[in-house]
DNA sequence: GCGGTTTGTTCGTGATGACGACAAACATCG
DNA sequence: CGATGTTTGTCGTCATCACGAACAAACCGC
């Protein structure tokens, strides 16, 4: 495999040399993100994992769980012989990370605890007039306050990662465009920073990338180098996840998937191309096929899946032609990047069982021999908190790069 | 940005822990880096680049020194007062990557060395009917041998970097299938350091892939951590270049390109799908276009770039057409990946200051406004050299990595 | 030739992990 | 129940590496 940080000239930052203090960091890092990922960990099993000797894994432990990311409990013993290894864990409730999905025509907020755990959530519904900038702010201020008043005292809050429908500029945390809000060249993440009081870092991601990400993480793609996820509502998003991490392009635009041209003479889309593969896969183009109005939303898709299921021709028909278009653009996807899985999510996911068959056939057709030898399609495995959990990620990827570069600054006072 | 390790369970490797001569090498590829790919340096100015300290530079430069891949000269005074700072540059003569490029007409051999410089080269001319893997490869071992005879005596072969029209399994070093030389599943790297009797490593990658590295390290891209670079030829290929780093995708066939479904009604490709983008652009396709066989190669090009330098309608309306697929497929890959450049080389490139315009106008329509604000399409820079420059610079990722790591053990030995 | 400036060099210091010795905690067996 | 073996945490020592300060060297301008 090729490997090599970036040329040159690209900054300080790429040439850096490193010190004894980036190798204690980086192994901090290490450990932590073992438990964060991997969950409850013995001691020794950490040892064998990284290679590191007892005593510096010993003494990274001791160091995570004097800034109190961490505890050790005394071991339980497993009838193996031997000293018992105390197991160390991430603690949840005290460190956590407020995940924020703006959807259409509702807000969700909730608190993730390190480790992944959902603490506690709360769901504003909103009409479909309610969706301004400010109002989405108030919104969110709001149920962030209902969501913090349940966390225990003693708990921190390392950041906010917010999914937003819509495209979203990641180098300023900027919503560039978002047609379903009416939002266009909205500094979302300074407005909302700014409004809690930039008590934390407030990261954006676009909600299709978020659920990648928590798809990646923590779901059907977990542990997966090179994946590559689908999100299909209204609009389709993608996220590309290449050695492990999320591509995001030059300014975090990279997964826009759903306007991929794939049919040049097809219907326009409204992002002022013409058939772009979301006109063909979208929700609105499989309700129309099925002759409903586009704008049915998820309830007319229940119907179409229920038809299909009964094996009403018109829904069988309509997923067919879902499927094969889906099989093209994934096939151009899957020459393109070659990756080892392909994440079906939102309506994809709840469509594939209903078409696998025919979206493998396509892919077989479509797609190289030696792209596609490896591959697996699957539906995510994440339900509706996708999103959040990715948004949460997000926000804990500041923790888990430098865990005590962001620590609690009462705990290093006393903590030694 | 996002950026961590990979999660877990996937390998030892991921989540090893760092000691201390980890810093060491890390530190010494960061300034064996400094000077492959910028040339001379003074040690003043590595101190300034990389932030470690006069002394940290003057020891790591003194190791690579004495281990042979740096020399240091005596600064010349530049007028400035102060000390001068004595200049480092990489000794290229004595250490040497193999580059070669195989085509389905030629095989090209080049002496790279260190820093990127054609040292000396050979190509041998060959006759369509004698591309076996056998043939290729003895004609190979031909012309390395007389590469090798105006190396200097004690010049060290770092690695060989092998570029051939095909499609390139890098996991294991195989091809894949490469239908112009008839070739299919042939463990062809580990043939060809057999035959080389593992002398050095040998490292295959696809043509498309190592001329858009070359791109990128040394070309029109040098210094973009997000670039894409598309060949065009016979066929289509590609090089995705995410966070500075090629997107080798799982089994390193990522960048296919050209089999890339733009036209799903349009016409069969020999990969057996129907509407590659390869068969839209490819040089087969401009030349049906102007009523030209399909296979007249690169004098029959040649022939219609004159011809609509000569404003012969004909050849005018073919590159619009050709344009507009090119755009169309673009514009996919634009959404998709979000890259700060595209670099077109090949067909491509020579077709560029023709069609630029239209290319533009095509992007500016289809790709997203935000994907494309900071982008710029430019031919590619380096010449006929690309894929050599990238084969070669495959072979030296090994000592940029870890510079001590692969040095002759000879110097090892009276070295300290 | 003298001061000012920039830079290489040397030496001591601090941070970090490896390694070895020892003690603690567990299982098994007699 | 105690002896033994095994696994593991802890502590002290050592090696590696970069930092920082002091000094020397090499250049400029006057």
Known sequence: MISSRSALASGPTDSAGLRSETVRSANLATVLRVLHFDGPTSRSEMVARTGLTRSAIGALVGELVRSGLVVERRAISDGSPGRPSPVASVMSEQNVALAVEVLVDSIGVAA???????????????????????????????????????????????????????????SDNSVSIAPNLGWRDVPFGAKLAASLGHEFPVLLANDADAAAL?????????????????????????GLISRGEPVTGASGFAGEVGHMPVNPDGRACQCGSIGCWETEIG???????????????????????????AAVPGALEALAVEARWLGIGLSGLINVLNPSMVVLGGLFGRLHPLIARQLDDEIAHRALPSARAQLRVVPSSIGADAVLLGAAELAFETVLNDPLGTRDLRLVADGR
Do not use: K, N
């Open 112 to 170: 993730v605890g390190l480790g992944g755990v959902v603490l506690h959530s709360f769901r504003i519904d909103r009409p479909r007039d309610r969706v301004s900038v400010e109002r989405t702010i108030d919104d969110i201020i709001d149920a962030v306050g209902r969501v913090r008043e349940q966390l225990v005292p003693s708990c921190r809050v390392i950041g906010m990662g917010v999914g937003v429908v819509g495209i979203v500029r990641r």
């Open 214 to 238: 928590a798809e990646v993480r923590r779901g059907a793609a977990m542990g997966i180098d090179d994946a590559l996820c689908i999100w299909g509502e209204v609009g389709v998003g993608g």
């Open 283 to 309: 929700e609105g183009s499989l309700l129309r096929r099925t002759g409903r109005p586009p704008d049915g939303g998820r309830a007319a898709v229940d119907a179409v899946l229920r038809d299909a299921s």
